[in-house]
C-alpha cells in the first residue's frame, strides 16, 4: 500500500509569491494534518482537516489556507511569501481525529524563499 | 495545552553503546505519548507509542520506552546502538481530540 505522499518534494519560490504543497493520504485515513518544520526545530502544527472540515488551526498567519477534497487529499497554500517561510512542510494522515490514532507523515516538501 | 522538553538537543554516544533520550511534558489534562524518528531528508516515522495500560513500551529497532506520570516523563532507551541509529528523534503528546505536539527534538549521533 502506497504512504502518504506529498509533491512537490523540492520547490523554491520568492517572496510575495504563493505556494500550493499536495498530499495524498493513506488509502482510509480520513484526516490529514499538516506541520511546518524550520531547520533545526520540530514540527509545528499548521491545520488539521477531518471529513473535508478544518478541525484544528495552529498558530500561524491567514496567508496560510487549506482545504481537504471528496477523496481526503488536501492541498496546503501559502500566500505572500516571506523568507521565513522557508521550511519542511510535513503532511501526515490518521484514521480518525482521535488521539490514540498515530500520525503517519509523508517526506514533506522543502521550501526555499529567496 | 500541552508542552514537550527535549532537553538533550545532541546525543553523541559510541557504537554498540546504550542510550537514553530524554522527555518531558505538561499537560492538564491525559495524554497520549509518542517517540519519532526522523532520518536526513525524510519524513517522520513512528517508533512507539504509549496508550494505555503498561507503563514500558517497545517499539521497532528496539527501543523502548518508560512513562512515568509522577515526573511526567517519556524517556526513549536503547541498550545497544549502532551506526544507523544516527537520526534526529521528536518526543510528542496529544490530548484526546487534540492535536500533536512535538518536542524541539534530539539529534543522535552514533559513533564508530
Known amino acids: 500500500d502506497a504512504g502518504v505522499t506529498q509533491s512537490p518534494t523540492h520547490l523554491i519560490k520568492t517572496r510575495g509569491q504563493h505556494v500550493t504543497l499536495r498530499c495524498s493520504p493513506i488509502s482510509g485515513h480520513k484526516s490529514v494534518s499538516w506541520y511546518q518544520q524550520v531547520l533545526g526545530q520540530g514540527p509545528q502544527f499548521i491545520f488539521q482537516y477531518y471529513e473535508k472540515e478544518e478541525r484544528g488551526r495552529g498558530n500561524f498567519p491567514d496567508r496560510f489556507s487549506a482545504r481537504q477534497f471528496p477523496n481526503y487529499s488536501s492541498e496546503l497554500n501559502v500566500n505572500a511569501l516571506l523568507l521565513g517561510d522557508s521550511a519542511l512542510y510535513l503532511c501526515?494522515?490518521?484514521?480518525?481525529?482521535?488521539?490514540?490514532?498515530?500520525?503517519?507523515f509523508g517526506a514533506g516538501s522543502r521550501l526555499t524563499v529567496l | 495545552a500541552q508542552s514537550v522538553t527535549q532537553l538533550d538537543s545532541q546525543v553523541p554516544v559510541f557504537e554498540e553503546a546504550p542510550v537514553e533520550l530524554r522527555c518531558n511534558y505538561s499537560?492538564?489534562?491525559?495524554?497520549?505519548l509518542f517517540w519519532y524518528v526522523q532520518y536526513p531528508n525524510q519524513g517522520l516515522q513512528l517508533l512507539l507509542k504509549?496508550?494505555?495500560?503498561?507503563?514500558l513500551v517497545k517499539g521497532i529497532n528496539g527501543f523502548e520506552a518508560e512513562f512515568n506520570k509522577s515526573q511526567t516523563s517519556f524517556h526513549l532507551r536503547k541498550p545497544s546502538v549502532h551506526i544507523s541509529d544516527t537520526a534526529e528523534y521528536f518526543c510528542a503528546v496529544r490530548g484526546y481530540g487534540q492535536n500533536f505536539v512535538f518536542g524541539p527534538g534530539t539529534r543522535l549521533s552514533v559513533l564508530p
Open positions: 501526515a494522515s490518521s484514521l480518525d481525529r482521535t488521539g490514540a490514532n498515530v500520525l503517519t
Open positions: 504509549y496508550l494505555s495500560g503498561s507503563t
Open positions: 499537560s492538564s489534562v491525559s495524554v497520549y
